[in-house]
């Protein structure tokens, strides 16, 4: 079994900041992850929007997500081991998502 230190490892999400709102029309925003230090070769980063896992993980530090619905989501980051083991992750962050009603639209 092999033991990660956390504290080591330890990163975060950089932007959007906790309770950001998203005014964004088609729910478009990018997720930035900020790395304490740089994934090992063998590791991964996955994305997570209210628990779920967002595309493949791979070694990039960001992702852009499209159509997010609106209202209140979790987003999460978690380094994995190729294997998909969880060696670490980020603290969950809350963001607010708003988009315009259909009902406000202008008449035409």
Known sequence: VMIYDSTARSFSIASPLNNATIPMVA???D???ELG???AEDE???LYLDDAPVD???VNAVWTLSY???GQHTLQVRRLSRAGETISQSEKITVF???P???RATPR
């Open 27 to 29: 729910g478009i925003f």
């Open 31 to 33: 997720v930035t992850a």
């Open 37 to 39: 230090d740089q994934l």
């Open 44 to 46: 991964l980063l996955a």
């Open 56 to 58: 493949r993980p791979h």
């Open 68 to 70: 997010v619905i609106r």
């Open 97 to 99: 998502v708003l988009r």
């Open 101 to 103: 009603s259909v009902l």
